[in-house]
């Protein structure tokens, strides 16, 4: 029976960046899925800005939105430092996917941005990305974690992936959680990392740091994709006088950092 492939993690960018870097500029065979690279140049060119002349820093250094600030990958474990090296893969306009080692300079652009004369980026970036992603993800449990946006830059019908799981945050009311949606999915990216877990249902038991946990009425595990959901946990009921037994509360929808 053939080795079981790694799973893989699609992740968005953020659009907070560190200024800067000491690497060389970006040039051609530096990056995950090189046979991109024909297609990073074209977008580069209409992008103009500079862009290809500044220096580098590795993607996983570039991005500083909230989602990379909660994943940590600074004080990951060796082990799930490699691991994601080979495993994370970050959706973007500009370089359609990269790697968390891949150099990249500091630029601006967006997955839904339209730019001329190559119109909107998710629509051209599809069958691009959908065929180099077939390879990359055959066989393998595939946690989607891109936004809409980024979605959109892809097939996940035309990839031949094991498994597509998707996940959702849901708080005390139900409702979707938005705002800090991208702090959350750091917080399960890093677990993802560590634990290594075979698929959504090793989750099970796990108590997310910032106070969700699989809610199994609300998951559709067997479909596809899979679709994984964490509900906000109720607060422990406070006694007379107003104080829980803890001496301390969680506010509804802000997430703190337990780590």
Request: aromatic share 6%; net charge positive.
């Amino acid at each position: 029976m053939p080795a079981e492939r790694a799973p893989a993690i699609l992740l968005p960018p953020s659009e907070g960046k560190a200024p800067g870097g000491r690497g060389r500029p970006w040039r051609p065979g530096t990056g995950v899925l090189p046979e991109l690279d024909g297609a990073r140049a074209t977008v580069l060119a209409a992008l103009g800005d500079g862009v290809d002349g500044r220096p580098t820093r590795p993607a996983v250094e570039r991005y500083t939105g909230v989602l990379y600030r909660e994943l940590d990958w600074a004080s990951l474990p060796a082990p799930a430092k490699a691991l994601g090296s080979r495993t994370v893969l970050i959706a973007s306009g500009l370089w359609g996917v990269s790697a968390p080692r891949d150099p990249l300079p500091d630029y601006r652009l967006k997955m839904g941005a339209s730019l001329p004369p190559l119109g909107r980026l998710s629509a051209w970036w599809r069958p691009r990305l959908t065929a180099a992603l077939a390879g990359r993800l055959a066989g393998r449990v595939v946690w989607d974690l891109l936004p809409h946006e980024h979605a959109a830059a892809w097939l996940p019908g035309d990839v031949p992936a094991r498994r597509r799981v998707t996940v959702r945050f849901v708080d005390r009311e139900g409702r979707t959680v938005s705002h800090w949606n991208k702090l959350l999915k750091g917080a399960l990216v890093r677990h993802l990392l560590i634990e290594r877990p075979a698929g959504p249902e090793d989750l099970a038991a796990w108590e997310h740091p910032s106070g969700y946990r699989v809610d199994p009425a609300r998951c559709r595990l067997d479909g596809d994709p899979a679709l994984l959901v964490l509900s906000e946990v109720p607060a422990p009921h406070a006694p007379a006088g107003g104080q829980s037994g803890s001496g301390t509360s969680k506010p509804t929808g802000s997430p703190q950092r337990l780590r």
